[in-house]
């Protein structure tokens, strides 16, 4: 166990629709990542959020933002679902103490699975 | 930019087998290195991981040495076990930055 939980495990919806995707980071953490994870493109880096800031951004498409709240916690947010959105979508935290270092460890939780109809 | 490759999966090995699993990167500076590991259902762990050239990350019999001037990072383990079958991740963080960059995953099948 990561200690990074996230919500729901799975989702079916249908195209056009708007979702919101839930991480838990580890207790202390000031970190969290998105990363989208899916047959074709494999894994990619989605956005980090440092301590409620907006800190990286990789290939995240507009229809997709995220925020971190005061509690640390973070939500993804899709909408205008397509097909092409279905994927597992993993969060990840680090950084307990200070700023983080490009060697420090990422948690990942158990992911949610997106399936778009 | 930064780029990860692996060597191409699905890759089957009998219980005790010598595992290899290559990784090379491309990145400028001196990235991070790191092996990550999924099982069916799971989400990914951190194997091991190496943050400067020459050192040695290790973890559960398995090792990988980041060298810098073949730029690789390559997964081995003498003696593989049948509940090591699980995909596994090459990956970097480069200099300054913490968004992990991944290669295309290789699954490992070990049979009894």
């Known amino acids: 166990d990561s200690g990074v939980t996230q919500t729901p495990k799975h989702l079916i919806t249908a195209t056009g629709q708007r979702v919101t995707l839930r991480c838990s980071p580890r207790?202390?953490?000031?970190?969290v990542y998105w990363y989208q994870q899916s047959l074709d493109q494999g894994l990619q880096f989605l956005i980090q959020?440092?301590?409620?800031?907006?800190?990286a951004k990789g290939n995240i498409l507009e229809r997709f933002s995220a925020q971190q709240f005061p509690d640390l916690h973070s939500e993804l947010n899709l909408s205008s679902l397509e097909l092409g959105d279905s994927a597992l979508y993993f969060c990840?935290?680090?950084?307990?103490?200070?700023?983080?270092?490009?060697?420090?460890?990422?948690?990942f939780g158990p992911g949610t699975r997106l399936t778009v109809l | 930019g930064n780029s990860v490759t692996q060597m191409e999966g699905p890759v089957t090995l009998s219980e005790e087998a010598f595992l290899t699993i290559n990784c090379t990167y491309t990145?400028?500076?001196?990235?991070?290195l790191f092996w990550y590991v999924q099982y069916p259902g799971e989400g990914l762990q951190l194997l091991l991981k190496?943050?400067?050239?020459?050192d040695k990350g290790s973890n559960k019999g398995f090792e990988a040495t980041y060298r810098k001037e073949t730029t690789s990072f390559h997964l081995e383990k003498g003696s593989v076990q049948v509940s090591d079958s699980a995909v596994y991740f090459c990956?970097?963080?480069?200099?300054?930055?913490?968004?992990?960059?991944f290669g295309q995953g290789t699954r490992l099948t070990i049979n009894p």
């Open positions: 990956a970097l963080s480069g200099q300054g930055a913490q968004k992990l960059v």
């Open positions: 207790s202390g953490d000031l970190s």
């Open positions: 990840a935290s680090s950084a307990r103490r200070g700023l983080a270092g490009a060697g420090d460890t990422q948690y």
């Open positions: 190496a943050t400067k050239a020459d």
């Open positions: 959020y440092y301590n409620g800031e907006e800190r």
């Open positions: 990145a400028t500076g001196y990235p991070s």
